[in-house]
């Protein structure tokens, strides 16, 4: 099955940093999801972005499908962005999302 | 809307009993998905159900297992779970499993599961 690799595992940040998340995939891939896991476990939509370019807000996403990685930006952070970010990815065989091991951000006050 | 909603929030059961989770969603969406996420790991995919038709995690042990009554509901039926079952258990739907974009998965929030 395809391997999905996130990078860093944990980060520390202060109120107001910018910061960057990669996701590097194994495989091609039909569906890649960015997801924040808050507190309670509830994993929110951040960006579908199999390809291309995307921006929601302080958020954005590129994924570079041709070198199997996916990058999130996160600008201004704010304490509320602290949670586990994961990266799911779905191949041709659409057999379900594979996630990431998750990137642990903390956005300290 | 884009919301999944599952049925109850956190259980608590012995190795001897039969429960069920239940997973809904009224966004006419045709492929509804079980995953299981285990303290600080990634969730890990269970059980597809797209266009009537279910997909098998061949990992998952026979004590779990996936009926679907319509195509708005999932249940997940437990008997005779372990210890180490305890997790959260994740339900996702999409709009269509096999056309890009369509296959957006859409998370609820999950039901919380103990057992002793």
């Known amino acids: 099955g395809i391997q999905v690799e996130q990078s860093p595992p944990d980060l520390i940040l202060q109120e107001g940093a910018n910061s960057t998340l990669r996701c590097n995939f194994s495989?091609?891939?039909?569906?890649l999801q960015w997801f924040h896991q808050n507190p309670w476990g509830q994993l929110i939509n951040l960006f579908y972005i199999p390809s291309g370019t995307k921006q929601n807000g302080r958020l954005s996403a590129t994924t570079v499908a041709t070198e199997r990685y996916s990058l999130l930006y996160i600008s201004s952070s704010q304490t509320t962005d602290s949670g586990v970010y994961f990266c799911?990815?779905?191949?041709?065989?659409?057999?379900?999302?594979?996630f990431g091991k998750g990137t642990h951000l903390i956005i300290q006050p | 809307d884009t919301e999944v909603t599952q049925t109850p929030k956190h259980l608590v059961m012995g190795m001897t009993n039969k429960k069920s989770l239940k997973c809904e969603q009224h966004m006419g969406h045709r492929a509804m998905y079980w995953y299981k996420q285990k303290a600080k790991k990634p969730p890990e995919l269970m059980f597809v159900?797209?266009?009537?038709?279910?997909?098998i995690n061949e990992s998952v042990p026979s004590r779990f297992s996936p009926e679907c009554p319509n195509s708005s509901l999932l249940n997940l039926h437990l008997h005779a779970l372990q210890p180490e079952d305890s997790a959260l258990y994740l339900c996702?739907?999409?709009?269509?499993?096999?056309?890009?974009?369509?296959?957006?998965?859409?998370f609820g929030p999950g039901t919380r599961l103990t057992v002793l």
């Open positions: 495989d091609s891939v039909n569906n």
């Open positions: 799911a990815v779905e191949g041709g065989g659409a057999d379900g999302l594979t």
């Open positions: 159900y797209s266009y009537e038709k279910l997909s």
């Open positions: 996702a739907s999409s709009q269509d499993q096999w056309e890009p974009g369509a296959d957006t998965q859409y």
